[in-house]
């Protein structure tokens, strides 16, 4: 009841803003498309962060909510929001082995190269995962395929070396330098 009597009139203070977000959290993550809609009518912060570091995107993606995704997209939420571990969306939806929500995506990010904090791209977690579908998608959404771990390693490298053999016929496809040196 006091979360529809937020969502509906308005937060009066702050406790209530955060309240209406959590709300938002929770809505996404149960996979309510509707509940999640009315609650952003009614200016629930799309790109809120919990105490826990959630974020409406990415709690999205971990849940594999992809209307609610659709959605988040829609309403312009921020695309470069990443964990504390810097992750973004995009290394997430790789992460998941989650073609759907790497499609949604894809048009929307600018840096497909970004680096979360052990340095790895989305191409090189779906290099080292085995994620040949993914890797096709990445390199095709414009991916470089020389972008490299601090161990200066690529995806090649990364794939190679856990014997993921239809990822490294993939990038060879792409034609990536088997002699490419920094």
């Known amino acids: 009841p006091g979360l529809i009597k937020v969502a509906l009139h308005g937060s ?15 809505a ?3 996979g309510h498309t509707d509940c999640t809609a009315l609650l952003l009518k009614h200016k629930a912060d799309i790109n809120y962060v919990s105490d826990e ?37 995009l290394h997430w939806a790789v992460k998941l082995n989650d073609q759907e929500a790497l499609q ?6 600018k840096d ?7 340095l790895e791209t989305p191409l090189i977690v779906a290099a080292e995962s085995g ?6 998608m990445l390199l095709q959404g414009g ?11 690529t995806a090649l490298h990364r794939a190679v070396e856990k014997g993921n053999i239809g ?10 330098d088997v002699e490419h040196k920094d």
Do not use: W
């Open 28 to 30: 996404i993550s149960f």
């Open 112 to 118: 497909l190269d970004f680096q979360n904090s052990k």
């Open 53 to 89: 570091g959630c974020l409406p995107l990415l709690v999205a993606i971990m849940h594999r909510k992809h209307e609610i995704l659709k959605l988040l997209l829609k309403h312009s939420c921020k695309i470069d929001v990443c964990d504390s571990e810097g992750n973004n969306a």
């Open 131 to 136: 994620y040949e579908v993914l890797l096709r």
């Open 167 to 176: 990822c490294v016929s993939v990038l060879l496809e792409a034609g990536v």
């Open 143 to 153: 991916c470089d395929l020389y972008k490299t771990k601090f161990s200066r390693r």
């Open 12 to 26: 009066k203070s702050k406790s209530e803003q955060v309240y209406k977000n959590k709300a938002l959290l929770l």
């Open 104 to 109: 949604l995506l894809l048009p929307y990010c």
